[in-house]
């Protein structure tokens, strides 16, 4: 019994040494838990959705110590966990201003990590993290190097929650998918009707590349094998034949070419689910999709489950446009969902996009409709769009609107702040270097000195084609 004592009592000795040494950054929606050891991470919510009252202190990502969660580097042809003793930390994990940063070292490949909180697309709230890796081939010769980012998923109480599509519907079984069929953000829930935690993952970013692909499988499988592995359709979540389902997700860049002194910078987001959850006689419906737009195409989604006994049949599920907003061309107003058994969620999607004839908050709305007990049953939720934006408006006969053009403008003044912010990296990089005194050759000085060299040349070359741009605008604001 003594030695069960003493056992107890240096487990939470160890304990208590290893959550003293985490890195914690947190705000009124969600909390972010740091391992400097490793370089992995935790997320959990605070008090989470405002229009939920049961995700508080819930988790979003697997909570173990090492993290659970964590990203593959694979430099020519071999792959290696972010962090692991093999290679080295240049910067362990800290907290610096409103980051969370990292940066490991491998084979001269530099790798840093970067986790903040944006708001999330469906919710408007910094209830997200984003995750970003920038690699540096600071080696002599090429490299070949892909990221891959693996998120084991956790929901409240709910270790195998399904992943939800908007265009596929629910995942419950291992699956990949790539090229057309890549969504831009994947969703998941533990209950439609009584949800404890809804997640969401975005892929499409601006400024970040689109991954090549995303895989959806056990831990088991990606703890396994770090990079590719067979997908075998039907294979459940599950860890083992009874075990429980352990459910995951995996994001690939896949491996590209480095040369000399390159570097890529690559992004995704993990955060809560934002839908408005609509609880009908018949139907339960779950309307989800951004809450802004600043004139961009807009993806809508339904979830949609009959929460009665019966089959509903000929269900369909109608979107409602207010002025502002059309349908892609191509895109159909009415989706069928056939019939729906006793408690089966089906979902469906609509591609919208602002018209330019409006700005501000505007109200869509869907119509399910469905036959139970051959009486036709009606339901509608609807939700909110900011429409950001200018809107030029010229009176005649009729009202005719448009958006003045800006993109060229601004495509110019983010590739100057992307130079700068990259030789302002590198000051505080060298900053860093010069209070510890660390090793700096010069060779590296000269290739850090004609970097910063280039970009403020490029930086240069960019401010003579501002003028241009501007004059552009003003000349068709004054058409």
């Known amino acids: 019994m003594k030695k069960l004592y003493l056992t107890l009592f240096i487990i939470l000795v160890l304990v208590s040494f290893l959550t003293a040494s985490l890195v914690e950054m947190e ?3 969600i909390k972010l838990i740091g391992d400097p050891e490793t370089g992995r991470f935790i997320l959990k919510t605070t008090d989470g959705d405002p229009k939920l009252d049961t995700d508080q202190n819930a988790l979003l990502l697997y909570e173990d110590y090492p993290p659970t969660s964590f990203t593959t ?4 042809g071999r792959e290696y966990k972010f962090g692991d003793e093999v290679g080295t930390f240049i910067t362990r994990m800290l907290k610096r201003d409103d980051k969370m940063i990292c940066v490991w070292s491998l084979k001269n490949i530099e790798v840093s990590q970067n986790l903040r909180f944006v708001k999330g697309p469906t919710t408007d709230n910094p209830d997200t993290i984003e995750v970003s890796y920038t690699v540096w081939n600071k080696d002599t010769r090429e490299h070949t190097i892909g990221i891959r980012i693996m998120l084991d998923t956790y929901l409240g109480k709910e270790d195998g929650a399904p992943f939800r599509i908007p265009a596929l519907g629910s995942i419950t079984e291992e699956k990949e998918l790539s090229g057309s069929q890549l969504p831009e953000y994947w969703y998941s829930y533990d209950d439609l009707s009584e949800p404890t935690v809804r997640a969401q993952g975005t892929l499409r970013i601006e400024g970040s590349p689109l991954p090549e692909k995303i895989i959806y499988a056990s831990w088991e499988r990606f703890n396994k094998y770090l990079w590719d592995f067979p997908i075998k359709e039907g294979r459940s979540f599950r860890r083992s034949i009874i075990g429980p389902p352990d459910s995951a997700v995996a ?8 040369n000399p002194n390159d570097t890529y910078s690559l ?6 689910y934002g839908a408005t959850l609509y609880k009908g006689r018949v139907f339960n419906v779950s309307l989800g999709g951004p809450v802004t737009t600043e004139g961009d195409p807009v993806l809508i989604t339904a979830d949609v489950q ?7 049949k000929d269900v369909n599920a109608e979107i409602i446009l207010p002025e502002g907003l ?6 159909k107003g009415t989706k069928s969902m056939a019939s729906l058994k006793s408690r089966e969620i089906k979902k469906t999607q609509w591609n919208i996009t602002p018209d330019g004839t409006t700005t501000g908050i505007v109200v869509y709305k869907v119509k399910v409709t469905g036959t139970v007990k051959g009486k036709l049953e009606t339901e509608i939720v609807e939700r909110k769009l900011n429409i950001k934006g200018e809107k030029k408006v010229t009176v005649t006969a009729t009202k005719t609107y448009s958006l003045y053009d800006f993109s060229e403008l601004n495509k110019l003044i983010k590739e100057m702040n992307g130079l700068l912010n990259k030789n302002n990296d ?3 990089e060298l900053n860093t270097l010069i209070q510890k005194k660390g090793p700096y050759s010069k060779d590296q000085a000269k290739q850090d000195r004609s970097g910063i060299q280039n970009r403020v040349e490029s930086s240069k070359d960019v401010e003579t ?7 552009s605008v003003i000349k068709e604001i004054k058409k």
């Open 27 to 29: 705000n009124k929606f």
């Open 267 to 272: 992004k995704t987001y993990y955060g809560l």
């Open 251 to 258: 994001i690939f860049w896949e491996p590209k070419k480095y």
């Open 465 to 471: 084609r501002l003028p241009d741009a501007t004059k």
């Open 426 to 428: 590198k000051v505080d």
């Open 326 to 331: 059309v349908l892609e061309q191509g895109e």
């Open 306 to 312: 009959n929460i009665t006994t019966d089959t509903a």
């Open 73 to 76: 580097v694979q430099i020519d």
